[in-house]
C-alpha cells in the first residue's frame, strides 16, 4: 500500500503525472487560511453540476463557517453533502475510483482522502430486451449500469438473504464482478468453487461476462454449461431455484450457472402461461433439435449408402430431382447450408429495416436460381429450409452453435458410413452430453442421472402449486419451494 503524501498540491502533481496530463482530468486547489484543499475528478466520467452543487458549496461553508470540528478533514467528512462518502490511506486506489466517476479531495497534512460519488449519467436507461423478446412477462432487461443491474435483481428479490458479493477482475480494467444468490438456498460448494475461479482468473482486461465465461468451467464442449441472459426475471428465477448469478460491470449480459441441457429449452416465459401450452411448446422445441440436427445426416445417408431403406417411389423420385445434378449430395447440402448462413450473419449484422428483407430476397433468389441452373436439386433445397428453420427455434448463440457442429459431425459420419455411422455418432454425442457436467451438476439431469421430483419441470411443466421442490440436482441448501407438502 503506496501511501498519500501530505501535500495536496504534490498529490495532484503525481495523478498528473500518472495520467499524462490527460485532458479529461480536471483539478483544483482551494486555499484556506494555513491549508490547501485540492480536488480531482475524471470530467468524462463524472457529473460537474454535482460536484460543483454539492462538493464546493459545501467545502466553501465548511472553510467559512466555524465547525464544532477539530480539523478541516473532520469537518468536511461530516458536513459535506453527498449520498456515498468513503476515505481511504491508500494512493494506489485513486486510478479506480477516479476512472468510475468518483471526486477525490485531499487535505494538506492530512493522510486520509475524501472519495465522493459524483457519476455522471452515460449510461443507456432500462430498456426492453432485443434478443430475448416474449410476449407475456416484464419488459425490462438489464443495461451497462452495474447498479442499475443489481436494482433489477434487488427489486423482485427483498429477501436479506439475497447476497452480493464483489470482486475485481482485470489488471487494468479493474472490472468489478459481483456473484448473487440467496444464501440459504444455494449450494455453499458450489459457491465457494465459483469464487475460487474468478479469483484465479489473471487477465488484463475484462469487457463484457464473455470474456470470463471460459474461465469458469474446465470441460470443453461444444455446447453451453453456461447460460447468458439480459433478463432479470430469468436472472431472480435462477437464483429462487438455487443457482448463482454472475454480473459484470459495463455488461448487460448475466451470466447463471450450474446450467442443464433443458435450461435451453425453457425460457421465463415459461411461467406465466399456462403449462398445457408451455409443455406443447418444449415438446416442438425437443423436436426441431432432432430434426435440425439429423435431417440433414439422414438424407445424405439414404441417397449415398442406404437406398434400401426407403420406398422404390420415393427413391425413384429423389433420383429424379438430383438427375444432372453434378455435385454429390454432401458438398451440395454443404453448399446450400453455407449460403443459409451466410444470410443468416448478413441478417444479423445489417440495420433492422433492411436486414429482413435482404435475407428472404437473397434465399428465394439463390435458391430458385441454384435449381434452374442444375447445380442443386430441389429436395435438397426443402431439406436444408427445414434443418434451417427449425434451428432457428433456440435464441441462444452457444446452443445454436454447438447444434451446427454437431450437424456436420453426422453430416460427415452419414457421407462416410451411412446409417450406421450416424447412429454410432449418435451414441457418441448422448455419451459426451453425459459426461458433462458443471461445478458438480450433471448437464443431462434430471433425466441422467433420473430424478422423479425434478420431472415435473424438465420438459412437461405442472402447474406451478404442484411443483413443490426446486431442482433436486442443484443440491440446494434449501429444497422446498412451496410448504404444505411432504414430497419426496
Request: hydrophobic share 45%; proline share 5%; charged share 20%.
Amino acid at each position: 500500500m503506496k501511501k498519500i503524501d501530505t501535500k495536496a498540491q504534490n498529490v495532484i502533481n503525481k495523478i498528473k503525472k500518472l495520467y499524462g496530463n490527460s485532458s479529461d482530468l480536471q483539478t483544483r486547489i482551494i486555499k484556506t487560511q494555513n491549508k490547501d484543499i485540492g480536488i480531482l475528478f475524471m470530467e468524462s466520467s463524472s457529473g460537474s453540476d454535482g460536484i460543483s452543487d454539492n462538493i464546493i458549496k459545501g467545502i466553501d461553508y465548511t472553510i467559512n463557517n466555524k465547525s464544532i470540528f477539530e480539523n478541516i478533514f473532520d469537518s468536511l467528512k461530516n458536513t459535506i453533502f453527498n449520498a456515498q462518502l468513503l476515505t481511504t490511506k491508500d494512493f494506489s486506489e485513486f486510478p479506480y475510483y477516479l476512472s468510475s466517476g468518483f471526486t477525490i479531495i485531499v487535505i494538506d497534512d492530512s493522510e486520509e482522502a475524501i472519495i465522493l460519488e459524483t457519476r455522471a449519467q452515460i449510461d443507456r436507461g432500462v430498456t426492453e430486451s432485443t434478443s430475448e423478446p416474449i410476449l407475456r412477462g416484464p419488459k425490462d432487461s438489464f443495461t451497462e449500469n452495474h447498479s442499475k443491474n443489481l436494482g433489477l435483481v434487488r427489486k423482485r428479490i427483498k429477501d436479506p438473504n439475497l447476497w452480493f458479493e464483489d470482486t475485481k477482475i482485470g489488471t487494468r480494467t479493474q472490472t468489478k464482478v459481483t456473484i448473487a444468490y440467496l444464501n440459504d438456498v444455494a449450494d455453499k460448494k458450489c459457491i465457494e468453487e465459483v469464487k475460487q475461479v474468478l479469483k484465479k482468473i489473471d487477465i488484463d482486461g475484462v469487457l463484457d461476462s464473455g470474456n470470463i465465461r471460459e474461465f469458469l468451467l474446465k470441460q470443453k464442449s461444444v455446447f453451453p454449461q453456461i447460460l447468458s441472459t439480459e433478463r432479470p426475471d430469468l436472472v431472480c428465477q435462477s437464483i429462487l431455484n438455487g443457482k448463482i448469478a454472475i454480473l459484470v460491470e459495463n455488461s448487460p449480459f448475466a451470466i447463471i450457472l450450474p446450467n442443464v441441457f433443458t435450461d435451453f429449452i425453457h425460457t421465463s416465459e415459461d411461467y406465466y402461461q399456462k403449462p398445457l401450452n408451455i409443455s406443447f411448446t418444449r415438446i416442438l422445441k425437443l423436436l426441431a433439435l432432432i430434426i435440425t440436427l439429423f435431417t440433414p445426416a439422414i438424407y445424405i445417408a439414404i441417397t449415398t449408402f442406404d437406398q434400401t431403406v426407403v420406398p422404390d417411389e420415393l427413391l425413384i423420385s429423389l433420383a429424379v430431382q438430383r438427375e444432372g445434378v453434378p455435385f454429390p449430395t454432401f458438398f451440395e447440402v454443404i453448399l446450400l447450408m453455407m449460403i443459409f448462413e451466410i444470410l443468416r450473419e448478413s441478417d444479423i449484422r445489417l440495420p433492422a429495416n433492411m436486414g429482413a428483407s435482404m435475407s428472404i430476397v437473397g434465399a428465394l433468389v439463390l435458391g430458385q436460381a441454384a435449381v434452374d441452373a442444375g447445380i442443386v436439386s430441389p429436395i435438397a433445397v426443402i431439406v436444408v429450409a427445414i434443418t434451417s428453420i427449425c434451428s432457428l427455434i433456440f435464441n441462444d448463440v452457444d446452443f445454436m452453435n454447438g447444434i451446427r457442429a454437431w450437424r456436420l459431425i453426422f453430416m460427415v459420419t452419414a457421407t462416410f458410413f451411412g446409417l450406421i455411422g450416424l447412429v454410432a455418432a449418435s451414441l457418441i454425442w448422448i455419451i459426451k452430453l453425459s459426461s458433462l457436467d458443471a461445478f458438480g451438476v450433471p448437464f443431462l439431469a434430471p433425466f441422467s442421472p433420473f430424478i422423479k421430483p425434478s420431472q415435473k419441470d424438465a420438459v412437461i411443466r405442472y402447474p406451478l402449486p404442484k411443483i413443490f421442490k426446486r431442482p433436486l440436482y442443484l443440491n440446494g441448501q434449501d429444497q422446498t419451494k412451496q410448504g404444505g407438502n411432504n414430497e419426496k
